[in-house]
T-cell receptor
Framework: DGGITQSPKYLFRKEGQNVTLSCEQNLNHDAMYWYRQDPGQGLRLIYYSQIVNDFQKGDIAEGYSVSREKKESFPLTVTSAQKNPTAFYLC?????????????FGSGTQLSVL | AQTVTQSQPEMSVQEAETVTLSCTYDTSESNYYLFWYKQPPSRQMILVIRQEAYKQQNATENRFSVNFQKAAKSFSLKISDSQLGDTAMYFCALYNFGNEKLTFGTGTRLTIIP
């Protein structure tokens, strides 16, 4: 079945540590996105990519980094510079990245700080 | 700037009843799309319905329909014959073609009571 796979489901980060969240899709979508979800808030865009080897910052990119070496994969690294990383992270994809399209979401990763 | 406001943090309704979730938005653009996404307890986001701003006819998807009032910048979601599986967070979202920005509201937690 086609879809988006995020791993791990739960992740714990120690102070000063970088952690990487995985996102893989087999939908053959060009565009991929990372969103952050905090309680009582809507989703906020961290980074997005519309094509391999290219990506753009979203609204809250500070403290995060991404890569897009393959069409299927869009990993997100939460760096030590992100001082408040505890949140639920959602990866999404769409066919062409026009924004007006339906987004397909993964099941998310809950990141907590030890 | 564009904003999406969901003024009902929580709602509950008896099974089989009809419920309406409110959403208002603000944008200076004339060309945009509006969405309702559902996030059940599994936390995976699922598209419920989409409305193109240039269309006067309200979108419908089975038991889900919208009341799109463009002049009032209102976009409510009506769920008919509610089912236990409708229990979820519901997010309203706005995509502007002008600035290519997708903005989510803060969500409404809907509980269907057996």
């Amino acid at each position: 079945d086609g879809g988006i796979t995020q791993s791990p489901k739960y992740l714990f980060r120690k102070e000063g540590q970088n952690v990487t969240l995985s996102c893989e899709q087999n939908l053959n979508h060009d565009a991929m996105y990372w969103y952050r979800q905090d309680p009582g808030q809507g989703l906020r865009l961290i980074y997005y990519s519309q094509i391999v080897n290219d990506f753009q910052k979203g609204d809250i990119a500070e403290g995060y980094s991404v890569s897009r070496e393959k069409k299927e994969s869009f990993p997100l690294t939460v760096t030590s510079a992100q001082k408040n990383p505890t949140a639920f992270y959602l990866c999404a994809s769409s066919a062409m990245g026009t924004g007006s399209e339906k987004l397909f979401f993964g099941s998310g990763t809950q990141l907590s700080v030890l | 700037a564009q904003t999406v406001t969901q003024s009902q943090p929580e709602m509950s309704v008896q099974e089989a009843e009809t419920v309406t979730l409110s959403c208002t938005y603000d944008t200076s653009e004339s060309n945009y799309y509006l969405f309702w996404y559902k996030q059940p307890p599994s936390r995976q986001m699922i598209l419920v319905i989409r409305q193109e701003a240039y269309k006067q006819q309200n979108a419908t998807e089975n038991r889900f329909s919208v009341n799109f009032q463009k002049a009032a910048k209102s976009f409510s979601l009506k769920i008919s014959d509610s089912q236990l599986g409708d229990t979820a967070m519901y997010f309203c979202a706005l995509y502007n073609f002008g600035n290519e920005k997708l903005t989510f509201g803060t969500g409404t937690r809907l509980t269907i009571i057996p």
